[in-house]
């Protein structure tokens, strides 16, 4: 269906009988989600020609495609994004007002598709749009969890999680069930090796349990191009063939376990072995499909680098390179030698933290136990790559140091950089940490394969979808082209210092912050004004993001203003959104302190309104899109060094938020962008951080003695200012002071304070303000993860369009 040609009437014909078709009944009667449900169904008539002629394409040209491999995907709702994609949002709108039908309840009746848990699942769902946007043959390949990421409320200030039964009763609308490419899937038995007739050693698998991987498919629509590629999405089944060992209910329920759930942890790893499994039926399930499309091309395996590329994003999917060798070895019957090349040259590998305590190991045990043969597969790897290595008199420290296998663990990330050809981190200071310090013994081995991709934002998701009134306002400025080319956002720089166009960007925002006020009002009973600075602070809740440090300032002008209610301040606004990972005490106690705090400081009347904090529950995309574009200051504080990148300080810029901002991951190419004039920087840099980790001189409590205002605002936690949180305030006390304040925020409290101090001033002159939001906007086209996607598909994956 060309939709090029598609009129409005036209439209509302097809939703119609649709709608009557599907639903048996007529506009008027039908409620938001059958309305939803049957939209949805009429945009997949629309494109699925589209989706069809391109897997053919694929199949029928014999290009190299990149398979992107990864526990999360985190797209949030698809449906404008989908519309967008296709080129008919505006033409939906408008014959959604013809048919007096609410366009914005339609699009919430859709459930965010949350298989993610922050930042990494965000990313490898940019990446899938941006990959059908720059056209190149990109796949996702993930696991289909029947719950997404908890469901936060807030009672009496603490988090509680539910479940997030995403799919409900409608189902993923999006989604195709592909029948006729289930793999099966081995797991546990136990494994020998014999010699077969032509006399060749083969492993015997007895006794495995095997599981039936189902796909299912979500089309990822290349923005107005006409190409839309594949998110593969694996579910698990029990073989029918198999059913007698699965006597009992209970039995069945544990293999549903499987993908039941997405881990709700990025704080702490745990070597479970359901998320062993996890991994392992996501990873070979992929890899086997690869292969068998692969061999339809009629091309010998030992080549399958030049047709195929796989991606592990981060250690999650790290098992791969072992899998791929036991499948062209067992399987396949290639030599040893040959399938090593083929897989290195496959394989490549994103790390998304310096955290080393984040790189995953598994116990031995428990590994070969649940995979005997990779195991098996994974010793010779390490075997051949120890004996190598020795035998080209590499330090011995060195050759233990990075070998994959040693004190009774497997070590996931050693297994990735050996077992392929490229290791990037997600910004520059980030790979340049890596390279020095995390993972310095491979950057001594390996130098060639390391490499640096700054990740990227979908751009048309946080303007045209999330801030259409921007969107409008840069149309009018510089014309239409930047929703296409959104390197001529850079044509705003010209309007630096014109009023009027100034203007109407200030305004813009104020309509932002009106519709974010509502929300407050309406979720949390919190009046706040858009003449306040709205200063946000949105992301997981971890210690090295240092929202305490956030806390702390808030505490300080809250004495401020008791001590003289007439101090003269802009009206500040604190937004805060984050999830914790459910077993992560601290931040758990951080978020039950921002909400007393929060009660605190909004009830009390001698504040003026001049502060208002508010706490908003179950932050996710669909609420990002709400808050991104509302914000007038962007929190990205964490302790240099410690944030591999960050991807929602692209997101502000983009909608015109002054960052206040340390020197780490991309704030760093952010600053490099806009210019010291346009971003407000404070704190210690990396090499300061680092200093201290060298010379073990930090000591909170130095500075909690010597420092009144330091002084003053720590007590807080502990005397009474703040009520109903007494055992949480004597955690975050203990955790400053007696426990020598991890993350340097006392150490930091100082600069903040002045830097917050900066942006008051800044705030009082509309069109210096304006002047930095406007060249923020204007210099956020670096940010598009179209253009760091191309990066990848050039320097990684040797892709062609
Ligand atoms: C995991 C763990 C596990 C063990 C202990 C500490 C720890 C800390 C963080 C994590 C999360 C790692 C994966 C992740 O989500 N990284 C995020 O990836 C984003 C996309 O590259 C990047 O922008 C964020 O800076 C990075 O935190």
Redesign the pocket.
Known sequence: MELKHLTKEQFIRDFKDTLHEEQLIKVPRATPSELFTTLAKLIRKYYTDTWIARNHKLSGNQEKIAYYFSIEFLPGRMLETNLLNLGILDLVKEGFADLEVDFEEVVQAEHDMALG???????AAAFMDSLATTGYPGFGNGLRYQYGLFKQRIVNGYQVELPDSWLGSIGNVWEVRKDHDVVDVKLFGDVYLQANEEGRIVPVHNNAQVLRAVPYDVPQIGFENNVINNLRLWDVEIPEEYELYYPTLDARRRVQDITAILYP?????EGKELRLIQEYFMTSAGLQTIIKSYLKMGLPLEKIHEKVSVHIN?THPAVAPAEFMRLLLDEYGLEWDAAWNATVQTMSY?N??I?S??LEKWDAGLFKHVLPRVYQIILEIDHRFVSNLAQNHVDAGLIERTRIVKNGQIHMANLAIIGGHSVNG??KL?TELLKEDTLHDFYVLYPEKFNNKT?GIVQRRWTQIAAPELSQAIDQTIGKGWRKDIHELEKLTAYADDEQVLNTFYQVKKEAKARLAAYIKETTGVEVSTDAIFDVQVK?L?A?KRQLLNVLHILKLYHDLKDNPEKNMVPRVFIFGAKAAPGYHFAKSVIKLINEIANLINHDASLQGKLKVVFLENYNVSLAELIVPAADVSEQISLASK?????SNMKFMMTGAVTLATLD??NIEIKDEVGDENIVIFGMDKDAVYAHYAAHDYYSRGLYESNPVIRRVVDSFVNGTISNAQSEGAEIYEALITHNDEYFLLEDFTSYVAAQERIDALYRDQKSWAKVSLMNIAKSHKFTSDDTITEYAEDIWNLKK
Request: net charge negative.
């Open positions: 848990n922050g930042g990494l699942g965000r990313l942890d990025d704080t702490s790893y981060d994103t998304h933290t955290l305590e984040a997600v910004a980030h990740n997981r971890h090295y944030e591999a990148s960050g991807t991951g991309a």
